[in-house]
């Protein structure tokens, strides 16, 4: 009984451990806290790749991403923060998906009704509303679909997109302004 209780003792205090710690400890060969890390990030990076990704393929993507993440981990250096790190990961993957998927015979998207039966709990009006987003959202430029992935996708407050990407809160409340209206434009088309 007291083995089980250390167990969730430290089990508990791994989860309040920053990412350096976690990740220092995976370098030091205690490959479970990985699990620490991925059940942190998976709800971020899970919502951003369901942003940019046809729904069919979030999970597979998702699963990579991750794959990716524990394969590369020995290697991260720590010039910028764990999730900073992951975020950059993420969008190589999302990159990698659609050259893979332009290099095939891209498949054709399947009729809303059908994609409609198979996802429960969602009207095909919103998943059709979720497909324009999507292909709105890969028609920005880069920096635009940064800035709103980073605050829808991720939650970001504007000071804190401001402080990732290196810019005043001004100037990130601009591009953000700027984006929306371009995301706007787009979804009038």
């Given amino acids: 009984m007291t083995t089980k209780y250390m167990q969730n003792t430290s089990?508990?205090?791994?989860q309040d451990a920053s990412d350096e710690f976690l990740i220092q400890?995976?370098?030091e060969g205690g490959k479970e806290v990985f699990d620490v890390l991925y059940h942190r990030h998976l709800p971020k990076v899970y919502k951003r790749v369901r942003y940019v990704i046809p729904e069919?393929?979030?999970e597979d993507v998702t699963q990579e991403i991750f794959i990716a993440a524990l394969k590369s981990l020995p290697s991260f250096r720590g010039d910028s923060q764990f999730a900073t790190w992951l975020r950059t990961l993420t969008n190589?993957?999302?990159a990698e998906f659609y050259r893979?998927?332009?290099r095939k015979q891209e498949p054709r998207l399947a009729p809303l009704s059908d994609a409609a039966a198979k996802v429960t709990g969602s009207t095909s009006q919103s998943?059709?509303?979720h497909i324009y987003l999507q292909k709105a959202l890969q028609n920005l430029p880069e920096n635009y679909r940064e800035v709103?992935?980073?605050r829808f996708a991720e939650d970001m407050q504007f000071n804190e997109i401001?402080?990732?990407m290196t810019q005043n809160l001004e100037a990130t409340k601009s591009l953000f302004r700027r984006a929306i209206t371009a995301l706007r434009n787009q979804l009038e088309q």
């Fill in 148 to 150: 709103i992935l980073l």
């Fill in 162 to 164: 401001a402080e990732l």
């Fill in 56 to 58: 069919s393929d979030v």
């Fill in 100 to 102: 893979k998927r332009t």
């Fill in 11 to 14: 089990t508990t205090s791994l």
């Fill in 92 to 94: 190589h993957k999302v």
């Fill in 127 to 129: 998943l059709e509303e």
């Fill in 25 to 27: 400890k995976f370098k």
